[in-house]
């Protein structure tokens, strides 16, 4: 038996808590991955997915974390040069990637705690120079959460250049509407905001970026999206699936349908404000105005309170935060607010921090 008790509870942005029947759907016994039952559980998953990004498009699984499709998006849809839109740690990771897989790629980088403006974009896209573009739409790392909508706007002015986009942390917690948002490939692993145990990706990918593959030569095999695609026609995934995490997502998304999209993503909003609030009041904000993310705050520590002597104290009352992240540490820590947390769950993090902190006055 488990004991739920001796674990603590994750206000780390991702992996996030993951509910109990959740955790015990992962405990299924194995279908054959070539069987009628897992293509009929992929029948079932799929729809759900799409429902949840307004979209359309096609929706491939990876038994792989979210890099793995990060990986992918640039390796199927680059064949001149990509811009990558850099704004703190994740998107940096990005253009690494690209650049590791052989591709031409600049970067536009921008302070981090500031978002992307579109005019910016804009103006970098009408050189001509280049045929994709990658955005973290949330950036974790700092908890900036980019316009999407605005940079939509943007990339509809060009329609040849592949609108790459990182749904990491915001998918499932945020609303994203694929289709009319244009975007051609929009990925997220399941355990940030979906609330499920790491181990597997989702992307939706556009009839556009397919046919953006198939002028690009050296897909690899494992996140080729042409044989993504050819396996999706039999309801089945190129290699062994992560199953048990398909059937967790599978039931989640149930939960998901009956708390209501729209309720969703206004607990994430009503969430992100009472943080928000509480953090201004306490200490700062990282982040610049306009541009918070709705499902992490990044706390600036003007009170330079030791963050990891906090997280340790939280510690014995099960619970966890995160540190700033890379260079961040201990400049800033950061509380997620996504998946299934509640409201209540996050006065009862802020009420512990305020009783630890005020111990040493
Ligand atoms: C967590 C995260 C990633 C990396 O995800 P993995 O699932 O660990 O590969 C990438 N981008 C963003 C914005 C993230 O939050």
Known sequence: MVDYRRYKKLFIPGPTEVRKEVLEEMGRPMIGHRSKELSALYGELVPKLQELLYTKNHVFLSTSSSTGFMEAAVRNCVKKKCLNLV??????????????????????????????????????????????????????????????????????????????????????????????????????GVQKAFAVPPGLAVAAVSEKAIEKAKQVENRGYYFDFLTFLKYDGKKQTITTPAISQMYALNLQMDRVKEEGLENRFKRHKEMADYTRKWASENFGLFVEEGYRSDTVTAVANNKGINVAELNEKLGERKMMLSNGYGDLKEKTFRIGHMGDLTLDEMKELTDAIDEILGEGK
């Open 87 to 188: 704004c703190g740690a994740f998107s940096e990771k990005w253009h690494k990637i690209t650049v590791a897989n052989g591709k031409d790629a600049e970067a536009m980088e921008i302070e981090w705690g500031t978002g992307h403006r579109a005019g910016d974009i804009e103006e970098k896209l009408s050189t001509g120079e280049f045929d994709a573009i990658t955005l973290v739409h949330n950036e974790t790392s700092t908890g900036t959460m980019n316009k999407l909508q605005e940079i939509s706007e943007v990339m509809k002015k060009f329609p040849d250049v592949m609108f790459l986009v990182d749904t990491v942390s915001s998918m499932a917690g945020v609303k994203i509407e694929v289709d009319k948002l244009g975007i051609d490939v929009c990925l997220a």
